[in-house]
């Protein structure tokens, strides 16, 4: 089984900045692809951004220039960096992770969420 443990979640004000980090750990093989996505108060969950084993990233618009994505490959974890943040973006973050275990089984992989909360 693959665990993934986020963190940096937390309360800050608009204009501020807040950094995430998720670590997956267990019977991993490779990872493909990681990521974030988040889900706001009434709304549906969204991708944040992606980033590939050879460091492709994806970013959402409504983040686009506001928020950087890395991964550190030898540690099997990913982190968000946030900047200008708005009270939109307000929600619960969920680490994503696409990984082969080592039972040769490709499988997508969702943390627990950790709440971002921005105040206006």
């Known amino acids: 089984q693959v665990q993934l443990v986020e963190s940096g979640g937390g309360l800050v004000q608009a204009g501020g900045s807040l950094s995430l980090s998720c670590a997956a750990s267990?019977?991993?093989?490779?990872?493909?692809?990681m990521g974030w996505y988040r889900q706001g108060p009434g709304e549906q969950r969204e991708l944040v951004a992606t980033?590939?084993?050879?460091?492709?990233?994806n970013y959402a618009d409504s983040v686009k220039g506001r928020v950087t994505i890395s991964r550190d490959n030898a540690k099997n974890t990913v982190y968000l960096q946030m900047h200008s943040l708005k009270p939109e973006d307000t929600g619960v973050y969920y680490c994503?992770?696409?990984?082969?275990?080592?039972?040769?089984?490709?499988?997508?992989?969702w943390g627990k969420g950790t709440l971002v909360t921005v105040s206006s």
């Open positions: 980033i590939s084993r050879s460091g492709s990233t």
């Open positions: 267990g019977r991993i093989a490779s990872i493909n692809v």
């Open positions: 994503y992770v696409n990984t082969v275990t080592l039972d040769f089984v490709n499988k997508n992989y």
